[in-house]
C-alpha cells in the first residue's frame, strides 16, 4: 500500500509545494484549487494534497472556495470506503458539520453559507449511506434531488467510480449473490448492462437459469477476503506460569 502522503500522478510542481514551506503560503491556494479541478476531469485522487488545502482555508478562511470544497469531498466519495471523505470533513468550519443545529443558528447564517451548509450535509448523508452499505438507498438519494447532480457534475465518472467501488466490497463479502439484488446495489439497468459490467469489469462469472434477475446468480471468485477459513488456536500453558499462586498457596498469613 502506498503511503498516505504519496501519489503517483501529482505533477512535480505540487510535491514542491507540499514538501516546502509553500504549503502554508495563502498564495498557493489558487494551485491547489486548479489541481483539484484536474483530478476532477482526469479521475485521479491525491487525498493529501486536498487536505493541505483544506488546511489552508483554515488558516485563512476568507479564501474558502465552496465549489472546491464541495468537489474534494465529491472525489473522496469515489474512494470509499477510505478515510478520505472523513478527514475532509474533520477539516471543514463546525457550522458545516453534519449535525443537527439549532434555528437561530441557522437564521444567522448569510444565504450563500446556508446553501454551503445544506450541500455539504447533503454530500455527507451520501458518505453514511456508502460506508453503511445501504447502497440502494444511496442510489436512490443520488437521484432524488438534482442538488446531488450539481454537487457531482464536475467529478467526470462520479456514478461508474462509485460502482466500482460498490462492487470492490461486495467481492469481500460474498462468493455468490442474485442479479435482482446487486442491480439495485450498482443503479443498473437491465441483466446484460449488469453482465457486462460484473465480467469485464470485475472478473466475475454469471450464471443464468432464466431470462429474470432473480433467476441469474453472479460468482464472484473466491479471494483472501471471501474466502471462509477455519482459525485454530493453541495455547502453551506452563507450570512457571503458576509459579506466583502456587507459592501464595504456601504463605503463612500474616
Known amino acids: 500500500m502506498a503511503a498516505f502522503d504519496k501519489c503517483k500522478t501529482r505533477p512535480s510542481h505540487i510535491d514542491v509545494i507540499l514538501n516546502g514551506l509553500d504549503r502554508y503560503n495563502p498564495e498557493t491556494t489558487a494551485v491547489f484549487q486548479d489541481y483539484i479541478a484536474q483530478q476532477c476531469e482526469d479521475r485521479t485522487f491525491d487525498c493529501y ?8 482555508y483554515q488558516f485563512n478562511p476568507h479564501l474558502l472556495h465552496a465549489e472546491t470544497v464541495t468537489n474534494i469531498l465529491a472525489k473522496a466519495l469515489t474512494v470509499f470506503p477510505s478515510a478520505a471523505f472523513s478527514l475532509a470533513l474533520a477539516l471543514l468550519p463546525p457550522y458545516t458539520q453534519p449535525f443537527t443545529q439549532s434555528s437561530s443558528t441557522q437564521q444567522q447564517l448569510p444565504m450563500q453559507t446556508s446553501d454551503f451548509v445544506e450541500s455539504v450535509q447533503k454530500l455527507a448523508r451520501l458518505s453514511t449511506l456508502l ?6 438507498l444511496f442510489w436512490s438519494t443520488l437521484n432524488s434531488d438534482d442538488l446531488y447532480a450539481d454537487l457531482t457534475a464536475d467529478v467526470a465518472g462520479f456514478e461508474e467510480l462509485v460502482r466500482v467501488r460498490i462492487a470492490a466490497e461486495v467481492g469481500k463479502t460474498f462468493r455468490e449473490i442474485n442479479a435482482d439484488v446487486l442491480l439495485h446495489w450498482l443503479d443498473m439497468q437491465g441483466l446484460d448492462v449488469l453482465q457486462k459490467f460484473v465480467v469485464d469489469v470485475c472478473g466475475w462469472e454469471v450464471e443464468r437459469a432464466g431470462n429474470e434477475a432473480k433467476d441469474v446468480v453472479v460468482r464472484v471468485p473466491r479471494n483472501k477476503e471471501n474466502e471462509a477459513r477455519g482459525e485454530i488456536k493453541g495455547e502453551k500453558v506452563g507450570i512457571e506460569m503458576f509459579g506466583r499462586v502456587v507459592r501464595r498457596g504456601f504463605e503463612q498469613p500474616a
Open 131 to 136: 460506508e453503511s452499505a445501504q447502497y440502494a
Open 49 to 56: 494534497a486536498n487536505l493541505a488545502l483544506l488546511k489552508l
